[in-house]
């Protein structure tokens, strides 16, 4: 498992564990304890999804027919390298990130494309070594290309199709293709997405920007500070207060409709400042905090951590 997965695995099991200090507050109306203030003090430790904006441009959609490759047959892997070496490489599970190494390496494409029109003997293997880099050619039987680029412990295989690298993606069960330095996945809707940070993201064709998420749980605060003692950002409706107080830049939220402001959650820490958006008879209010590593998170109304990018921010 990567890091990225087993961050997001235990930031699933202390969404399960923090349940009941978030049941009072997302389905009890309120739910205000004995004492006054709101279950989820402050020595919880929040799940911060914590999200940053690419912008980037997109291939556009693959419509023309014939634009993706057929199946999903790869050739069988060689067992020895052209000089008869063994080879105990392990194939690659994820989209392969060396793939820049390849397209980016001049030489490389150069004798790719010199060999491509010389090499049409099918099932054959084809073995180079070009400017430090070690890949195998091979022509199926419907007289398809395929190559294959070995990296130390790994190796992953691509199909040349209609002037783009294709790699076939194990967990996907479907193709997915290189274009500016990423690998992009078309979904059966049109729907196109991008693999960035260990995970395929959606991207928005009309913005031009993917939201990247990382799930963090983070160290409790010490102690909730009395209203006042901090940075007080306020939404526009009323209801909510966010304080940001300390060192370590934390951020607490409070109900803002009673007097004093009492305390609901403990948001999360390194917070430069709160925005909030909804609210007011409008869509629900939502609370966004911008981190000081240029992050962002997006929560509900009772510090519920959202998993989606942000509507169009307000204040």
Not at 4 to 16: E, F, N, Q, R
Not at 145 to 168: A, E, L, M, N, V
Not at 254 to 263: G, L, N, Q
Request: charged letters at 20%; hydrophobic letters at 35%.
């Amino acid at each position: 498992m990567g890091a990225k997965a087993a961050a997001w695995a235990l930031a699933v099991l202390c969404v399960g564990a923090l349940c009941a200090e978030r049941v009072g507050v997302v389905r009890g109306g309120g739910g205000v304890s004995r004492s006054g203030g709101f279950r989820g003090g402050p020595r919880s430790s929040p799940v911060v999804i914590k999200m940053h904006q690419l912008r980037m441009q997109g291939p556009g959609r693959l419509q023309r027919p014939g634009a993706f490759p057929g199946g999903g047959r790869r050739p069988a892997w060689p067992t020895r390298y052209g000089g008869g070496g063994v080879i105990r490489s392990s194939p690659a599970l994820h989209p392969p990130a060396r793939h820049t190494g390849v397209v980016r390496n001049r030489a490389v494409m150069r004798d790719i494309r010199a060999q491509q029109r010389v090499e049409v003997v099918p099932g054959r293997y084809y073995w180079h070594d070009a400017n430090g880099l070690r890949y195998v050619h091979y022509l199926d039987r419907n007289r398809a290309d395929w190559y294959g680029f070995y990296f130390g412990p790994r190796f992953y295989w691509c199909r040349r199709w209609d002037d783009r690298w294709w790699w076939y993606d194990p967990t996907l069960a479907n193709w997915t293709f290189w274009y500016d330095g990423y690998w992009w996945w078309q979904a059966p809707a049109g729907v196109m997405y991008v693999y960035v940070d260990n995970n395929f993201y959606p991207y928005d064709e009309e913005s031009g920007v993917v939201t990247v998420k990382q799930p963090e749980v983070q160290a409790p605060a010490g102690q909730a500070p009395e209203p006042g003692q901090g940075r007080v950002f306020k939404s526009p409706d009323g209801a909510r207060m966010v304080q940001i107080s300390g060192a370590k830049a934390e951020a607490f939220l409070y109900d803002d409709t009673r007097k004093p402001p009492v305390f609901m959650k403990y948001l999360a820490r390194g917070v430069e400042r709160a925005r909030f958006s909804g609210g007011a008879g409008e869509r629900p209010l939502e609370i966004l905090l911008d981190f000081k590593d240029g992050t962002f998170a997006l929560f509900d109304a009772g510090g519920q951590p959202l998993d989606r990018a942000p509507a169009p921010r307000g204040q």
